[in-house]
């Protein structure tokens, strides 16, 4: 996982901070499927490119983890649909 992108598994939400501000991925894990619920950045990091680096984040660590991901935020379905070498991902 990138060292930016944490896991806060109290929270149930992937961070990356930036300048003092999160952007978040609010997430539900079912066995293999990790489901991305809701991405937001603040909008102070708005077109600052932060919630791409945190989406790209989440991925990488869903390949180490072995989990398929389900993106039900919209957001994050857009994401994937634009990064073809993250399709195998997809549950």
Same mark, same amino acid.
């Given at each position: 996982?990138?060292?930016? /992108? $944490?896991?806060?598994?109290?929270?149930?939400r992937y961070e990356l901070?930036?300048?003092?501000? *999160?952007?978040?991925?609010r997430y539900r894990r079912?066995?293999? @499927?990790?489901? /991305?619920?809701? *991405?937001?950045?603040?909008?102070?990091?708005?077109?600052?490119?932060?919630?791409?680096?945190? %989406?790209?984040? @989440? %991925?990488? &660590?869903? $390949?180490?983890?072995? @989990?398929? @991901?389900d993106p039900v935020c919209? =957001?994050?379905?857009?994401? /994937?649909?634009?990064?073809?070498? =993250? &399709?195998?991902? $997809?549950?």
């Amino acid at each position: 996982m990138s060292t930016d /992108i $944490r896991n806060n598994e109290a929270d149930s939400r992937y961070e990356l901070e930036v300048d003092g501000h *999160v952007a978040f991925a609010r997430y539900r894990r079912s066995g293999t @499927v990790l489901s /991305i619920l809701h *991405v937001e950045a603040p909008p102070a990091l708005r077109g600052s490119g932060a919630a791409g680096r945190l %989406m790209q984040g @989440v %991925m990488d &660590q869903a $390949r180490i983890d072995g @989990v398929k @991901v389900d993106p039900v935020c919209s =957001y994050a379905a857009l994401w /994937i649909q634009r990064h073809p070498d =993250y &399709q195998d991902l $997809r549950a």
